[in-house]
C-alpha cells in the first residue's frame, strides 16, 4: 500500500527540465514533522550532544531501509553517514548538515527555544535557520530518492555532521581526515547560502562558492621594564601600538576573483542606482578608490570580499600604573582570499610593521585548509541556478564569497565542489532572528521551498538519463 503511494508521489516528467516533479503538498507534513522533531533534540554546544540527534536519524532511515553509518571521535558527538546508490556513472553528490545548534539565553526567548512552536506563520527554536532546516530537508530528499526507486547516476550521500560550531575536529575535520571514503563526492551542498525575500518574494538567491581563509598572526613586542616615571624608548606597549596603527593603516591590495566579480556585477543588477555605480566602479581606474572607501565606511562585509584583511582584535600588555611592562602582545585576524600567497603576504606584513623589537608569529588558531572557490560553470551550480529560477521566477542568483570560515573548506581541500545553499528569509529576519540570534525562527513555507530548491537540484544532477526520460 505504501508502496503504491509513493510511486504515485513521484515522477510526474516535467517539461522544462527532465527532472521528476513531486507533489510537494502532500510532503509537507511530513517535512515539517522531520523538522520540529530535530529542533526539539536539544544538541546545544556546548556540549553537542550531537548523538541525540544521530539516534532519531537512525531510526527515520531504518524504517526506511537506509543502512547508515556512525563515526565519532566522543561518542557523545556521533557523524552519520548514508547512502542511497546510483549507478556509479559519476561521483557522488554529498548532502551535508550539521546536527549540533549554539547555546541559548533562555530568558530572551518568547517561547522555549527548543520547543519548535508553530506560530504566525514561523517556526521558532534553535536551530531552525541553522542548520535543522538543511538537516530536515536534506533527510527528506533521500527518504523521498529512496521510496520512488529511481535510477541514479550517482550515489547521493548524507552526512549529519557534528562540532560545526567551532569544534570541527569532532565533525567535518575528522570526517575528511579520517574517513574521507564515506563522504568522497564531486558535489556538496550545505549551508551558508540563502534567498533574499524583498516584497513578499524572493529576489536574490545566494550561493556560497568561496570562503576567505583565516591565517591569525600574533605579535609580541619586547623592550626592557623599569620605573613608569623614566621613560624608556624601548617600551614595549609603544612598539606595539605602534605596528598595530601601521597595519590598521595599511590598505592591502584589492582583487577580485571568478565569485567576487560575478557578486559584484549581478548585485548592482539588483541594486539602487548609486549601489549599482558603486558596485560596477570597483573594476574601474578613476572611480574604484572612491568605491572601496565607501565600502570601508558603510559595508565592512562587502569590502571584506575585495581584499585579504588585516583586523586587529586583541592587546595585551602592562599589569600596573608605574610599571613599564618588558612585553606586549597583540593577535590580529588575517582573513585571506582564496588565491592569496601567503609567505609574500606576511613578508609584506613585516615589511610594513619595520620594527625589530617586534616578533611576527604565525598561529594555527582556528586554522582551514586554503581552498580553491568552487565553479560557477559545474553542473552542480547550473542545476542550483535553474532550481532557483524555477522555484523563485523573478530571482537573480549569484555566488558569494564568505568572508568567515565554514566546514566547506575541509572538502574543498580534497577537491570537492562545495555549494552553500539556504532558506528564503526577509533581511529583516535574516538579522534579528536568524543564525545565532537572541531568538531564532524561519517562515515555515521557507522550509518547504528549500527542499524543493535543494530537491531541484540533487534530482537534476543525480538522476540517470534513462530515468529521467531524455
Ligand atoms: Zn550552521
Keep these: 500500500m505504501m508502496r503504491l503511494i509513493y510511486a504515485a508521489l513521484l515522477l510526474c516528467p516535467m517539461l522544462s527540465a527532465q527532472v521528476p516533479s513531486v507533489r510537494w503538498e502532500s510532503q509537507h507534513a511530513e517535512v515539517l514533522k522531520l523538522y520540529r522533531d530535530l529542533i526539539q533534540i536539544d544538541t546545544s554546544s556546548p556540549p553537542g550532544n550531537e548523538t541525540r540527534a544521530v539516534e532519531y536519524l537512525q531510526k527515520v532511515f531504518a524504517a526506511e531501509g537506509i543502512p547508515t553509518k556512525t563515526f565519532a571521535v566522543d ?7 548514508a547512502r542511497i546508490k546510483g549507478n556509479g556513472r559519476k561521483r557522488p553528490i554529498l548532502l551535508m548538515a550539521h546536527t549540533d545548534v549554539v547555546s541559548v539565553q533562555r530568558e530572551k526567548w518568547p517561547v522555549d527555544p527548543f520547543g519548535a512552536v508553530i506560530k504566525d506563520g514561523y517556526v521558532w527554536g534553535r536551530g531552525s535557520n541553522d542548520d535543522k532546516d538543511k538537516l530536515a530537508a536534506n533527510l527528506m530528499i533521500m527518504l523521498l530518492l529512496k521510496r520512488s526507486g529511481v535510477q ?15 569544534d570541527s575536529q569532532f565533525g567535518a575535520k575528522f570526517m575528511a581526515d579520517q574517513h574521507f571514503d564515506e563522504i568522497n563526492a564531486e558535489f556538496a551542498l550545505t549551508e551558508t547560502g540563502r534567498a533574499v525575500i524583498r516584497n513578499g518574494e524572493v529576489a536574490i538567491v545566494e550561493i556560497e562558492t568561496a570562503e576567505k581563509v583565516p591565517h591569525p598572526v600574533h605579535l609580541v613586542a619586547t623592550g626592557v621594564s623599569g620605573h613608569a616615571s623614566r621613560p624608556r624608548v624601548d617600551n614595549a606597549v609603544v612598539h606595539l601600538a605602534g605596528a598595530v596603527a601601521k597595519l590598521a593603516a595599511w590598505q ?10 560575478t557578486y559584484f556585477e549581478k548585485l548592482a543588477t539588483v541594486s539602487s542606482a548609486e549601489d549599482a555605480a558603486r558596485y560596477n ?5 578613476d572611480r574604484t578608490a572612491a568605491a572601496q572607501q565607501y565600502l570601508a565606511v558603510n559595508d565592512p562585509f562587502r569590502y571584506s570580499m575585495l581584499r585579504t584583511s588585516v583586523v586587529p582584535t586583541i592587546i595585551k600588555a602592562g599589569y600596573r600604573t608605574n610599571v613599564i611592562p618588558s612585553e606586549a602582545e597583540a593577535t590580529i585576524d588575517v582573513r585571506a582570499l582564496p588565491d592569496e600567497d601567503m609567505p609574500k603576504f606576511f613578508a609584506e606584513m613585516k615589511r610594513i610593521i619595520n620594527d625589530p623589537a617586534v616578533k611576527f608569529e604565525e598561529t594555527d588558531f582556528g586554522a582551514r585548509p586554503t581552498t580553491t572557490p568552487s565553479r560557477l560553470d559545474s553542473e552542480m551550480y547550473l542545476a542550483l541556478e535553474r532550481s532557483a529560477k524555477r ?3 523573478r530571482a537573480t542568483v549569484m555566488p558569494l564569497m564568505g568572508t568567515g570560515a565554514t566546514d566547506m573548506a575541509f572538502l574543498r581541500a580534497k577537491g570537492v565542489q562545495c555549494y552553500g545553499i539556504g532558506p528564503a528569509t526577509t533581511e529583516q529576519d535574516y538579522v534579528n532572528f536568524g543564525a545565532h540570534s537572541d531568538v531564532e525562527r524561519l517562515p515555515e513555507s521557507s522550509l518547504y521551498s528549500l527542499l524543493e530548491f535543494t530537491w531541484n537540484a540533487v534530482a537534476e544532477v543525480a538522476l540517470s538519463n534513462a530515468a529521467a526520460g531524455k
Design 281 to 285: 566602479g570597483l573594476s574601474r581606474a
Design 152 to 166: 541514479l547516476d550517482r550515489d547521493v550521500i548524507f552526512l549529519a555532521e557534528s562540532g560545526e560550531e567551532g
Design 252 to 261: 592591502t591590495p584589492m582583487r577580485l576573483n571568478d565569485t567576487t566579480r
Design 391 to 393: 522555484l523563485y521566477p
Design 75 to 81: 561518542p557523545a558527538r556521533a557523524n552519520l553517514v
